[in-house]
């Protein structure tokens, strides 16, 4: 069921990442957003919570004019308790029950394909410490989500891939507890992403839920980095960023000891909350791929403590090469989305992370796309533990109302959510805004602004995006692919997505293809080809094995014609569910361009990229 964009009471929400005129938000404004939760000791609410469906019209989320209800499920009222003339017949205790972190999708047959509000209850025990402040800590919930604690209405969220606190002090009491959390994962039209998507729209908490309780003043942000001068050799060893407290008066002491770089400093808050620093480590070892160095880094003011495991490097573009700690790379990766290898559904869990990181490293990558949104900071933590470098980007895919500023708040928002929870990751080296998006005017002024806006965020990482087209031109010269694209004048590194052999002309046509960019690096962010595993044939048979494999080994002779590609990410590191593929026997609602299936099982084309990657046989770091 796809809703028209409902009327959402407009709120001008001073974002605490610092009230901006351009944040007209449509959701209730946000405490804070807490940095470093998986790092703090919080009282999990992960597990069994009893769950309904919503049955319109007498206690549906929303009423006729798509308000939301104040008498719905969100007061958890009980038969035997309810202070309603009649009984309100409904009642979680006794309701079935459903796993969080997950989808429902996939826990419950019967909520398959069920696109909607589901009503999520659970008790808790607590017992409230004075002069301290807790949260409700919610990792992702797909995609609207309205939260209620002990009758109490608490906060809505928009945004299906971000983390959200929502503070609930004052609404706990000593001893039982209850939570109601809707989730309503309803695709909308000026939602990001918008209705259409070739992704399975996996619905509710799909990651960790847990209470975080913190002193009256507590560090809410925090950002350590290498300074990141004009060159990397300015940094010689010298750390710089800020530690944000929240409720700080100005002059508040604040301390960062990182002992294994023998640093240890004390610096003071201004008037914001904010206390930046700058200092030097005689001997620090930076993070790479083949020294993935991460530091157990202790910030602390007043009574709040809490530590991180960081690493520090420099990522920069120079001309059309990429360099990471002053050196070029070439990035030897793949798009993977959030799903659960041998099990599909949303990953979350670090079974699931463990499962992706293998493939990568089976197939001797360095890098991946999670694409097309931030996925469970699991990832980007392993990520850091393992080498691997991560391109993370905001689900503006395709088609999006480029044209509604109340979209472009929500895309400042998610923005802000994602670089402030993975702005400390070493392995993250590029933000991306968008994929595949119109070439339009509305849309290049939407992306440049956000890209610009990105860069402000965090002015030490390169910023792309995927683009898709330009269409082959066929000249004497053979076929000339001109990347004219207006959008490209505001990125750092480009992302070009291609699909010559598949959805445009023969594999064979790739060898005739001229490439032309603007001066910067390009990572060729999509390409490849359908396959359903096992299915064997000829190398123009379309659906084999080694139909896939040609595509790509055509690819190869193109992309290694282009100079400044400066990395390679496959469509797709696994098949993925998707609701618009849907050929029996071959497709049967999953996308089939994975190296790999669902269940695990290796293709021929995964052979090509370990071997491709293992030998650095196509591009060049310069
Ligand atoms: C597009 C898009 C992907 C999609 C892929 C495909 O380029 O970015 O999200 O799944 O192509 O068509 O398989």
């Not at 990347?483 to 997505?497: E, R, Y």
Request: proline letters at 7%.
């Amino acid at each position: 069921m796809i809703r028209p964009s409902r009327l959402i009471p407009i709120a001008f929400a001073s974002l605490a990442f610092g009230a901006t005129a351009a944040a007209v938000n449509a959701q209730q404004p946000l405490k804070t957003l807490l940095v470093g939760v998986d790092h703090r000791t919080v009282t999990s609410l992960d597990g069994d919570w009893h769950y309904l469906v919503d049955q319109p019209p007498a206690r549906a989320l929303y009423d006729a004019h798509g308000k939301v209800r104040d008498n719905s499920y969100g007061m958890n009222t009980h038969p035997n308790i309810s202070s309603s003339p009649h009984n309100d017949e409904y009642d979680f205790a006794t309701a079935p029950t459903l796993k969080v972190p997950g989808d429902w999708n996939t826990q419950d047959p019967t909520l398959f394909r069920y696109e909607g509000v589901v009503w999520y209850q659970r008790d808790f025990d607590f017992q409230p410490r004075p002069n301290t402040h807790t949260f409700l800590h919610i990792g992702a919930a797909n995609y609207r989500s309205y939260v209620w604690v002990n009758q109490k209405r608490i906060c809505d969220h928009e945004g299906g891939f971000t983390p959200f606190d929502c503070e609930v002090t004052t609404a706990l009491k000593p001893g039982s507890n209850f939570v109601v959390i809707a989730v309503d994962s309803t695709r909308d039209v000026d939602g990001i992403p918008s209705v259409g998507i070739d992704w399975f729209n996996y619905g509710g908490l799909t990651r960790d839920v847990s209470l975080v309780t913190v002193p009256t003043t507590f560090i809410d942000d925090y950002d350590v980095h290498l300074k990141h001068g004009s060159s990397f050799s300015e940094a010689d060893g010298t750390l710089t960023g800020y530690v944000h407290v929240v409720g700080a008066s100005a002059g508040t002491p604040v301390t960062l000891r990182i002992p294994e770089a023998d640093i240890d400093t004390t610096v003071k808050t201004g008037t914001n909350g904010s206390a930046p620093f700058e200092v030097k480590s005689k001997s620090l070892t930076l993070w790479s791929p083949e020294q993935p160095k991460l530091y157990k880094v202790e910030l602390a003011s007043g009574q709040d403590r809490l530590t991180d495991d960081i690493g520090f490097r420099d990522i920069r573009v120079d001309g059309t090469r990429i360099l990471l700690n002053g050196k070029p790379i070439f990035l030897q990766g793949a798009n993977m989305h959030a799903e659960a290898p041998y099990r599909t559904g949303r990953a979350w869990s670090d079974e699931d992370a463990k499962n992706i990181f293998g493939f990568l490293k089976e197939m001797n990558a360095n890098f991946v796309r999670l694409c097309h949104y931030p996925h469970d900071e699991r990832m980007e933590r392993m990520a850091d533990r393992d080498g691997i470098m991560v391109w993370s980007e905001i689900p503006l895919w395709q088609h999006i109302s480029f044209d509604k500023p109340e979209v472009y708040a929500k895309a400042t928002y998610m923005l802000n959510e994602m670089i402030r929870r993975d702005r400390n990751k070493a392995s993250v080296i590029l933000w991306s805004v968008s994929n595949e998006t119109p070439n339009n005017p509305t849309r290049t002024k939407f992306l440049t602004d956000l890209a610009n806006e990105a860069r402000r965020l965090d002015p030490t990482r390169p910023i792309t995006s995927a683009i898709i087209g330009p269409h082959p031109k066929t000249t004497a010269a053979g076929i000339e692919m001109i990347n004219d694209d207006p959008f490209a004048s505001a990125l750092d590194v480009i992302g070009q997505n291609e699909y010559i052999g598949w959805y445009e002309g023969k594999p064979e046509d790739a060898d005739k293809v001229k490439w032309t960019f603007p001066d910067k690096p390009v990572l060729i962010s999509e390409f490849g080809a359908e396959a359903k595993q096992g299915v064997h044939g000829g190398p123009d048979e379309r659906w084999t094995e080694e139909q896939q494999v040609n595509v790509y080994q055509h690819q190869f002779v193109m992309i290694n014609k282009i100079p400044q590609v400066r990395g390679l990410i496959p469509w797709v590191l696994m098949d993925f569910r998707s609701p618009v593929r849907n050929i029996p026997k071959l497709q049967d609602g999953f996308n089939r361009k994975g190296l790999i299936s669902e269940d695990g099982k290796k293709k021929q084309a995964f052979d090509l990229f370990q071997k491709t990657y293992k030998d650095h046989s196509v591009g060049k770091a310069e």
